[in-house]
C-alpha cells in the first residue's frame, strides 16, 4: 500500500514552472485552472482565490501529482532555512544521466550524485528550482531491510518521498503516529552537505534525520533542523513559499481526527473524486488527507 499521493510547490511563474517540470523532468499537466474560493481556503490560502495553478503527473503515468501554485515570492525566504515541508524527492533510473540532463537546465544543481555512507541501496542528487523548491533525484539500487522503495519505470519518475525541516524532529514524528499511525523507521545521523551549506556550517557536521512510514512504505522523511532555523516567511492567507502542503492516503480515514479543514469530496486530481481533509501538525505543517 503506497499512501504518498501529491506534494504542492508555489511557484512565481506557473507557465515557467510548467515547461522546467516538462522539459527537463517529464511531468505532464493533467489539470489546469484558477483556485476557486472553496478551495483556497479549504487550503487555508484564502488570498489564493483566483490563483492559476496545475497538477501534474510523470511519465509513468502513476496516480502520484505536483500540484504548483502560483503566487507572488516571499522576501526574505531561503530554503532549507525554516521549519516546514522542504523538499521533495523523485526516483530516477540513473542519477548520473540526470545530473547531466539537468546541468543546461533552470535547475541548480546544489547536491551533484554522492552516495550516503550506510546507505548504499540510494544514490541521490539535489536541484534547485528558481522558486526556490528543492528537488531531490534519487537512483534506487535496492531495498532496505525494514521497507520497500520504488523503481523508476521512466527515466525520471515518481514522487517517492517529501522531507519535513523540523524544530523538534522528535516531536514531529509522534504527531505522525499519534494522528495518522505513521510509524518511525530508521534515525539516524548523516553528513548532510546541503543542509550544512544552508547554514555555513563544516560539511563534515552530522546532522539527525528520520524516516516515516506505513509498514514496508516509507514516504517521509524528517530533518532535525539546526537551532538557526526559524519560522518559515510567508505572506499573509497565502501558501507558505516552496514545498507548502504534502497530501497522503489513509486507509482508515474516518478514524481521523483534529480537522482544521473539514473533509469533502473534489473531483480533480490529486482527488480524482475522493473526500480529502486538512490537518495541522507541529511547526504549522499542513497535511492534506485524502481517502483510500
Not at 8 to 20: C, S
Not at 172 to 195: A, Q
Amino acid at each position: 500500500m503506497k499512501l504518498l499521493r501529491s506534494a504542492t510547490l508555489t511557484v512565481a511563474d506557473l507557465d515557467a514552472a510548467i515547461a522546467r517540470y516538462r522539459d527537463f523532468l517529464d511531468y505532464a499537466v493533467v489539470h489546469e485552472g484558477e483556485m476557486s474560493a472553496d478551495l483556497a481556503a479549504f487550503l487555508h490560502a484564502p488570498k489564493s482565490q483566483g490563483a492559476r495553478y496545475c497538477v501534474m503527473q510523470p511519465a509513468s503515468g502513476v496516480e502520484i501529482y505536483l500540484r504548483l501554485v502560483e503566487q507572488p515570492p516571499v522576501e526574505g525566504y531561503a530554503p532549507l532555512t525554516s521549519y516546514g515541508w522542504a523538499a521533495i524527492e523523485v526516483c530516477v533510473q540513473d542519477v548520473l544521466a540526470a545530473y547531466e540532463r539537468i546541468k543546461p537546465s533552470p535547475f541548480e544543481v546544489i547536491g551533484p550524485p554522492r552516495e550516503i555512507d550506510g546507505l548504499p541501496a540510494i544514490y541521490p542528487m539535489q536541484i534547485k528550482g528558481p522558486d526556490g523548491e528543492i528537488v531531490y533525484l534519487t537512483q534506487i539500487r535496492d531495498d532496505l531491510p525494514a521497507y520497500d522503495l520504488p523503481r523508476a519505470t521512466a527515466s525520471i519518475d515518481r514522487l517517492f518521498i517529501l522531507v519535513v525541516g523540523c524544530s523538534d524532529m522528535h516531536a514531529s514524528l509522534k504527531w505522525f503516529d499519534e494522528t495518522l499511525n505513521f510509524e518511525t523507521g530508521r534515525v539516524m545521523e548523516i553528513e548532510y552537505h546541503m543542509l550544512a551549506d544552508a547554514y555555513g556550517t563544516p560539511r563534515n557536521e552530522m546532522h539527525t534525520i528520520a524516516t516515516g512510514i506505513h509498514g514496508r512504505d516509507v514516504f517521509l522523511e524528517l530533518d532535525q533542523y539546526p537551532p538557526a532555523a526559524t519560522a518559515r516567511p510567508k505572506h499573509a492567507g497565502m501558501l507558505d513559499p516552496g514545498a507548502a502542503l504534502g497530501s497522503f492516503l489513509h486507509p482508515d480515514f474516518d478514524q481521523l481526527r483534529g480537522w482544521v479543514s473539514e473533509p469533502s469530496a473534489r473531483a480533480e486530481a490529486p482527488y480524482n473524486g475522493k473526500r480529502a481533509g486538512v490537518l495541522q501538525g507541529p511547526d504549522g505543517l499542513l497535511v492534506e488527507v485524502i481517502e483510500l
